[in-house]
Nanobody, 121 residues
């Protein structure tokens, strides 16, 4: 079993910043194995489907949703088995529950429980 735990969400005003963190623990043989996995962040706003925010591959190739390009930055620390999402210039439409995502090439990816981000004045 693998566990993903997010932190760093909260209430922020438009234009503000937040940094989300996700720590991965459990049945991963080594940090070298973790470093090969695709990890990322998704989000789900009320009444909407879960959508991709950002992904980072084992080779540290990154992909972002068009709506967050230039504002968000994803990074990873393989030694700590952690994934980060730096969010700047936040907008009310960024309000959502943010989920950490891990693809170990198993039938289903692994998900965290989510952390709420609310952008409001």
């Amino acid at each position: 079993q693998v566990q993903l735990v997010e932190s760093g969400g909260g209430l922020v005003r438009p234009g503000g910043s937040l940094r989300l963190s996700c720590v991965v623990s459990g049945n991963i043989a080594s940090t070298n194995i973790f470093s090969q996995y695709l990890v990322g962040w998704y989000r789900q706003a009320p009444g909407k489907q879960r959508e991709l925010v950002a992904l980072i591959s084992g080779g540290e190739r990154v992909d972002y949703a068009d709506s967050v390009k230039g504002r968000f930055a994803i990074s990873r620390d393989n030694a700590k088995k952690m994934v980060y999402l730096e969010m700047n210039n936040l907008k009310p439409e960024d309000t959502a529950v943010y989920y950490c995502y891990l693809d170990r090439a198993t039938p289903r990816p692994d998900w965290g429980q989510g952390t709420q981000v609310t952008v409001s004045s």
